[in-house]
């Protein structure tokens, strides 16, 4: 390892920022499969994704393979993609089965996990396999939860109960109906740079006016609050951020329903720790879900939701498609930014950095949070 993060000066991480190597450093990124992203509440897909029973999602995500699936009732579950025989991965892409079965000896299991068969298993063929047995052969499932259509898992079993883990956000968004969330896109990115780069961008609200000036003026952001919920949740609040903006259109997509008047020009945005990148707009919700597969390259989906019932019927299909243009284009602006960033902001000469009281206390609250954890 080349640096000490148990012995990291905090007030030079305050002043300075990270030291390049922790979003380059190999054995660093070990370190994060077997602290942070095994330990915490990471979120690996959304449940919309999954449309028909069936339906699977293989993911990666810093060291784990697991699959995400949509059984015949209907029900989601997460198992680890390993084959309980000798280990082989069962699914490589996204798909639809009636059974899952594994390519290397065909043993198949049920989409909810459950052990079908083994060929030959006793060699001699008249020979069933007692229920108990079978019992004790189905997929390794992975604890989770479902929140705002977002699927978290917990690998090692041991978090706080999500309920604890998210109440914080839960109190403060009481007033939002998460009831009618409605996906318009969900579309995949992938990035050569590191994952901790992307979240304390997201973060980072000083970069908006520069990098994506048609989404916001440096004015706007001037109003911009910190918000500091917990440990693991972070964010920034504009309490006029949509409500300040031109509309675009003179029939704009409806609000939560019942939302109290004073909120419908918020705009609020957070890192829920580790990987997920919460935005909420009056009108829309976006999520991102990073997920790291080494030092410098992650994958990421942004999924893109309506929150009103209305707002999925065909009267505001152009508006829909227009704010997934648009959220698609800042968000590739975010990307290219980020894979430059992950060549200069690992540099020595980066070190030598000076963040700043009035606008990276959020992304430091990020950082701060990383350290305890690792
Ligand atoms: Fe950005």
Same mark, same amino acid.
């Given at each position: 390892m080349l640096i000490d993060v148990k012995n990291l000066d905090i007030d030079i991480v305050e002043k300075r920022g990270?030291?390049?190597a922790v979003f380059k450093d190999p054995e660093i990124f070990d370190r994060e499969t077997k602290t942070v992203f095994r330990n915490g509440w990471a979120s690996v897909a959304s449940v919309q994704q999954l449309k028909e029973p069936g339906d699977i999602i293989p993911i990666k995500i810093a060291g784990f393979s697991l699959l995400i699936?949509?059984?015949?009732?209907?029900?989601?579950?997460?198992?680890?993609?390993?084959?309980?025989?000798?280990?082989a991965p069962l699914i490589d892409k996204p798909c639809n089965k009636r059974v899952v079965v594994c390519p290397y000896h065909?043993? &198949?299991?049920?989409? %909810?996990?459950?052990?079908?068969?083994?060929?030959?298993f006793y060699r001699d063929q008249s020979k069933q396999m007692p229920s108990e047995e079978k019992a004790g052969k189905g997929l390794l499932a992975v604890r989770f939860a479902i929140w705002w259509d977002t699927i978290f898992v917990n690998i090692s079993g041991e978090a706080e109960p999500f309920e604890e883990f998210i109440r914080p956000l839960n109190d403060l968004l009481s007033d939002y109906? &998460?009831?009618?969330? %409605?996906m318009i896109s969900s579309t995949e990115y992938?990035?050569?740079?590191?994952?901790k780069l992307a979240v304390d961008n997201f973060l980072d609200g000083y970069h908006v006016p520069f990098v994506h000036s048609q989404a916001v003026t440096l004015k706007a952001v001037l109003k911009q609050e910190d918000l500091f919920l917990s440990d693991d949740i972070v964010g920034l609040r504009l309490a006029n951020g949509a409500s300040d903006k031109p509309a675009k259109t003179d029939k704009p997509l409806p609000h939560f329903a019942g939302l109290p008047e004073e909120k419908t020009g918020m705009q609020q945005w957070f890192g829920i720790f580790p990987n997920t990148l919460f935005?909420?707009?009056?009108?829309?919700?976006?999520?991102?879900?990073?997920?790291?597969?080494?030092?410098?390259y992650s994958t990421e989906t942004l999924s893109l939701y309506t929150v009103s019932k209305e707002a999925a019927s065909d009267e505001y299909k152009e508006q829909r498609e227009n704010l997934s243009v648009v959220l698609n284009e800042v968000n590739r602006?975010?990307?290219?930014?980020?894979d430059k960033l992950q060549h200069s902001r690992t540099r020595e000469a980066a070190d030598q950095g000076t963040l700043v009281e009035a606008w990276d206390q959020v992304a430091i609250g990020f950082h701060k949070a990383w350290l305890k954890k690792i």
């Open positions: 990270m030291p390049g699936m949509k059984d015949a009732r209907g029900e989601i579950g997460v198992f680890h993609n390993v084959c309980r025989h000798k280990g065909r043993w &198949s299991f049920q989409t %909810n996990g459950e052990f079908i068969g083994a060929p030959c109906d &998460s009831q009618n969330l %409605n992938e990035s050569s740079s590191n994952w935005f909420v707009d009056p009108r829309w919700m976006q999520m991102i879900l990073i997920r790291p597969e080494a030092a410098d602006q975010d990307i290219e930014l980020l």
